[in-house]
């Protein structure tokens, strides 16, 4: 918990290096730790990194939630993102979270 937080208060002072660094620390990340992460790379303009963790959190056994999917999507509001906005919206049908 108190790593998810230091992770969430770098994010927010825009240390992402930093707030990486604590993430890639945590022994058993939970939901919470990769959407932290997640959602900090989509706040600052890092898509790219964001949706390389999302893949990453899938590979590692963590279903995505919900909160998961609303920061990818924050990431993906570029064009040159637009591409991976897709495959996010797939995903979110494909797991019935679209009404």
């Known amino acids: 918990v108190v790593c998810n937080a230091i992770v969430n208060m770098y994010s927010k002072c825009g240390c992402l290096e930093d707030a990486f660094r604590i993430f890639r620390k945590i022994p ?11 959602g900090a790379f989509a706040q600052h303009g890092y898509g790219k990194e964001a949706l390389h963790l999302f ?9 995505p939630n919900a909160l998961t999917f609303l920061a990818m999507l924050g990431g993906c509001s ?22």
């Open 28 to 38: 058993a990340r939970s939901v919470v730790s990769w959407n932290s992460m997640i």
């Open 55 to 63: 893949h990453q959190m899938q590979l590692d056994g963590m279903m």
């Open 78 to 99: 570029i064009p040159a993102a637009l591409a991976g906005g897709r495959l996010i919206h797939s995903c979110i049908v494909d797991r019935g979270f679209e009404s």
